[in-house]
């Protein structure tokens, strides 16, 4: 079982499907959608290559999300789950 098969579903209940993968226009990251990129990329689905041209991603962001899933699944996808990473990552480095 790939992190993303036994993470991705849980704690919000809201399944990562496998081959759904959000638009190539997508602006707005949720969780969710941040989960089903991470998921493509565990399965083999798209390179991490390709999600950052198709999405316009950084491979440090991409990086972060993957980890923050291996963490605490979906919930660590958050928009304030991730800024508090970063704040802790900030104060290690000082």
Known sequence: MT????KCDRPRG????EGKHPSGSTTRWV???KAEVVAA?????????????????????????RQAMQRKGIDGLT???IRKAKVRREE???
């Open 14 to 17: 809201t399944a990562v499907i």
């Open 41 to 65: 990329v565990e399965r083999g689905e798209l390179s991490a290559t390709e999600v950052c041209e198709r999405y316009h991603l950084s491979t440090e962001e991409l990086i972060s999300w």
């Open 92 to 94: 290690r480095s000082t």
């Open 3 to 6: 992190m993303a098969e036994s």
């Open 31 to 33: 969780a969710q959608r």
């Open 79 to 81: 928009a304030s789950s």
